[in-house]
């Protein structure tokens, strides 16, 4: 037996938590009752000793859940508010911004911004109550980002998405919630809604930029969640650091930007959570699968299906969402949200 099926076997019992990297509504129906599931006396034979848990040696892929995703009728009722994905001219280009003004530390505001097309901000998100562990500020949330940006810039063969940055450094701000934990998780399926008021309430909200939030809450379905337009609109990507998926390991026994290279779990689920955010994978794609996903590759940053995800390659095939020169479907490769912007640039519904 291979060890990736030893571990599909072992991921097999993993599946009821699935709910790993992102999840935007409940338990979706259809699922086998909780029953059915071998019983938790079962979990650490295959080789995964329940004291080595946490913490989680990394790099593993192959010790990924596998991620199941609730089906797109689970998602709230929302009628696109624009086209699905519409032409936006870039606007006037701004002066780099001076160095002097970027002076590293904490900030609770936007610096100032070096370009001004599209991008993603960069945020690090806590509850009124949560530990401070200093992400903004020690290089873990900048090597996450630059970790798959640097992945992601390796498999378009050079563009990448653009990120808000004061002369060259990662904007990140700081924001602290009004609401605790606790009143935060309680939100279900809707932690990241939470999050995305509580940073426009912080006084955060270009018309274009993305949120992709670092949030060192909890969620109890899953480690992240994007919205997905046109089905889900929304300006937040966010991962949920403390997040405890049933049947899954605590997302905080994953390291955050280990490395400024090579990304791990956590900094894959959250460049996938951004994508899913800006469109990504359209119900249009021929491998598209479970809102959002696509179904022909586990090895493929939006892979959801069965097997265990082994996140390492963009759009297998390059048919689904990057490169595939359609008109019809989105294509990452148009985004307005790309680096260097590409000719008649896209946004998605909503923007
Ligand atoms: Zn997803």
Redesign the pocket.
């Given at each position: 037996m291979r060890y990736d099926e030893g571990m599909r076997g072992l991921l097999g019992t993993l599946w009821v938590g699935l709910a790993v990297?992102?999840q935007q509504e409940s338990a979706p129906p259809g699922y086998p009752p909780p029953q059915a599931y071998p019983p938790p006396q079962a979990y650490p034979r295959q080789g995964y000793p329940p004291q080595a848990y946490p913490p989680q040696p990394y790099p593993r892929p192959q010790a990924y859940p596998p991620?199941a995703?609730p089906p797109p009728q689970a998602y709230p009722p929302r009628q696109p508010s624009a086209p699905a994905w519409s032409p936006r001219p870039p606007p006037p280009p701004v002066a780099p911004a001076p160095a002097q003004r970027c002076a590293a530390g904490r900030v609770t505001v936007d610096r100032p911004d070096d370009r001004a097309e599209h991008q993603i901000k960069v945020f690090y998100v806590l509850p009124r109550d949560g530990a401070d562990e200093g992400l903004d500020v020690n290089g873990a949330i900048a090597r996450s980002v630059s970790s798959f940006d640097h992945w992601l810039r390796g498999q378009t063969g050079g563009a990448g998405l653009r990120f808000d940055r004061c002369a060259g450094v990662l904007d990140i701000a700081f924001v602290r919630l009004a609401k605790s934990d606790a009143e935060v998780a309680s939100a279900g399926a809707f932690v990241r809604e939470q999050i995305q008021a509580g940073i426009i309430a912080a006084g955060f909200d270009h018309p274009r930029k993305l949120n992709l939030a670092y949030y060192g809450g909890s969620s109890r379905l899953s480690c992240g969640g994007?919205a997905w337009p046109p089905k889900l609109v929304g300006r937040t990507a966010a991962m949920y650091l403390k997040g405890t998926p049933p049947g899954a390991p605590p997302c905080a026994s994953n390291p955050l930007g280990a490395s400024p290279t090579q990304p791990g779990y956590l900094d894959f689920s959250a460049l996938?959570?951004s994508l899913?955010t800006l469109g990504f994978v359209g119900a249009c794609a021929p491998h598209h699968t479970r809102a959002?996903?696509t179904s022909d590759d586990p090895r493929d940053l939006?892979y959801?299906g069965d097997q265990p995800w082994r996140p390492q390659l963009l759009d297998v095939g390059r048919d689904d969402y990057f490169g595939h020169g359609r008109a019809d479907c989105p294509d990452l490769a148009r985004s307005a949200f790309v680096d260097p912007l590409p000719p008649s640039p896209l946004v998605p519904a909503g923007w």
């Open positions: 990297a992102c991620q995703y994007g996938h959570e899913h959002g996903h939006m959801a």
